[in-house]
């Protein structure tokens, strides 16, 4: 079995910092694909970056140049730096990552975390 965990959410102001980190664990081969996505209250869950294979990058247009992820292949942990946050970044945010598992290749989801940005 395959868990990711987040932390790192929490209350900020306008400007302000968060780091989020996501850590896999259990039986993994390889993975694939981690990535953070964000579902707003009455929203739809939409993607905020991504890292595929240790190194190639994806971000939403709403945080680039904001948002930073980070992959630490050793340790199955996957981090989001983000700053200058913004009001409208306030959502909880969902770990995701595609892991051969050893039988087959499955897509798996974190808890969430919580950020709020106050303005």
């Known amino acids: 079995q395959v868990q990711l965990v987040e932390s790192g959410g929490g209350l900020v102001q306008a400007g302000g910092s968060l780091r989020l980190s996501c850590g896999a664990s259990?039986?993994?081969?390889?993975?694939?694909?981690m990535g953070w996505y964000r579902q707003a209250p009455g929203e739809r869950r939409e993607l905020v970056a991504t890292?595929?294979?240790?190194?190639?990058?994806n971000y939403a247009d709403s945080v680039k140049g904001r948002f930073t992820i980070s992959i630490d292949n050793a340790k199955n942990t996957v981090y989001l730096q983000m700053n200058s946050l913004k009001p409208e970044d306030t959502a909880a945010y969902y770990c995701?990552?595609?892991?051969?598992?050893?039988?087959?290749?499955?897509?798996?989801w974190g808890q969430g975390t919580q950020v709020t940005v106050s303005s």
């Open positions: 259990g039986t993994i081969r390889s993975i694939h694909v």
């Open positions: 995701n990552a595609d892991i051969n598992n050893g039988l087959t290749l499955r897509s798996y």
């Open positions: 890292i595929t294979n240790g190194r190639v990058t």
